[in-house]
């Protein structure tokens, strides 16, 4: 199931048509409230969202969506007209995991649903793979993938889905130096594109959310990043 939240009708027929011309089961929600009450009842595979909405704004629900147990990892992508780079930031600093402008192609629109949904549901399941005692620690920062857990001197850290993923494949890493074009492939699947802050907007909130631990995730200018307990 997917969900669109999104107040103006002809896009949310569209789109909702669209998808369900590619076999997905989707449902269109005019207002938040309506959204929230069927969140209640079924949580879907993906969200899309728009940002101007009556009553509440996208990203406030998003980062609702971020602080809840059951949909902190729930794939989520912006739909919206608002296209300076602030907003973009804004919104993948809530946590979103992509973020199309307006207007739209519809076939673009379908490709970026599929490469979402692709990686998140490839990442559950080798998730469900790994060791149940698998753990990585690095000073006093200890990650646990299989559980998508996370602390810093015991006290538990708060991460994104892609947020989560990034230090993950940090610590694989450690010590390496990943390319930002490896960083974008593996986690975005996006590959290098001119101009894309998105990963090191992601950085950033990781980075603050780790606190002092954040020191470890050094910059390598101009190649990418690396993992290291060298700077702690």
């Given amino acids: 199931m997917i969900y669109l939240l999104e107040d103006d009708e002809s896009i949310r027929k569209l789109v909702i048509y669209a998808l369900a011309s590619q076999g997905y089961e989707a449902e269109g929600f005019e207002r ?3 959204f929230w009450a ?6 879907p595979r993906l969200v899309l969202l728009d940002i101007m909405l009556p009553g509440q704004d996208g990203i406030s629900i998003l980062r609702q969506l ?22 973009r930031v804004e919104g993948l600093d809530a946590g979103a995991d992509d973020y199309i ?26 998730k469900y793979q790994l060791p ?21 001197d015991g006290e538990p850290i708060h991460l994104t889905y892609k947020e989560f993923s990034l230090l993950c494949l940090l610590l694989e890493n450690q010590g390496r130096v990943l390319t930002r074009e490896v960083l974008l492939d593996r ?6 594109e001119p101009g ?19 020191r470890c995730i050094e910059t390598v200018r101009g190649v990418g990043y690396r993992i290291s307990g060298e700077s702690l």
């Fill in 132 to 152: 149940a005692d698998q753990e990585y620690q690095l000073g006093t920062l200890r990650v646990w993938p299989d559980r998508h857990e996370a602390s810093v």
């Fill in 187 to 192: 986690i975005w699947g996006l590959g290098e």
């Fill in 196 to 214: 894309n802050r998105t990963l090191d907007v992601h950085i950033r909130t990781l980075r603050a959310k780790l606190g002092p631990a954040g």
């Fill in 38 to 43: 069927a969140l209640e009842q079924k949580v």
């Fill in 101 to 126: 402008p307006k207007p739209f192609g519809i076939m673009e629109l379908l490709a970026r649903v599929r490469a979402v949904l692709r990686r998140t549901e490839v990442y559950a399941q080798q």
């Fill in 66 to 87: 971020r602080a809840r147990p059951d949909t902190a990892s729930l794939p989520v992508v912006l739909l919206t007209a608002r296209t300076a780079e602030y907003d």
């Fill in 32 to 34: 938040p409230e309506e």
